[in-house]
């Protein structure tokens, strides 16, 4: 996995999402997607993406951010930045498993947002 300080690598953030974020707008968090990469997180043991079992439903949840310095402050594991079309693949192939997509858990402007709506979103 590319190292977030290699200068021949993108930077590891999404401005456009943080931006978005800021509103609380999932017409614009989905634009911000559609145009641009996400950071992330997979889980150490098996280079998985990182999905959690929300405690009130027992629904998947993806964990996704606009910048590795947000991932960085919820979650110690690796990250890699991924892009539009890898986001909807993935929420397509685990329709039904994964329900919930929240967006930097740890802030500054955290959001969260039903899968279906999400995809809903992204296909706008």
Do not use: C, K
């Amino acid at each position: 996995m590319p190292s977030p300080s290699d200068p021949d690598q993108p930077e590891f953030r999404n401005p456009s999402l943080s931006d978005a974020l800021q509103t609380r707008d999932l017409a614009a968090v989905a634009f911000a997607l559609r145009h641009g990469p996400t950071v992330v997180p997979f889980r150490a043991e098996d280079d998985e993406v990182l999905t959690t079992t929300d405690p009130a439903t027992g629904q998947g949840v993806l964990l996704l951010f606009s910048d590795i310095a947000f991932a960085r402050a919820a979650l110690p594991g690796p990250v890699a930045l991924r892009t539009p079309g890898w986001l909807r693949a993935f929420l397509d192939l685990y329709e039904g498993q994964v329900t919930t997509v929240i967006l930097d858990v740890a802030g500054p402007h955290p959001m969260r947002a039903a899968a279906p709506d999400l995809l809903a979103a992204l296909d706008a």
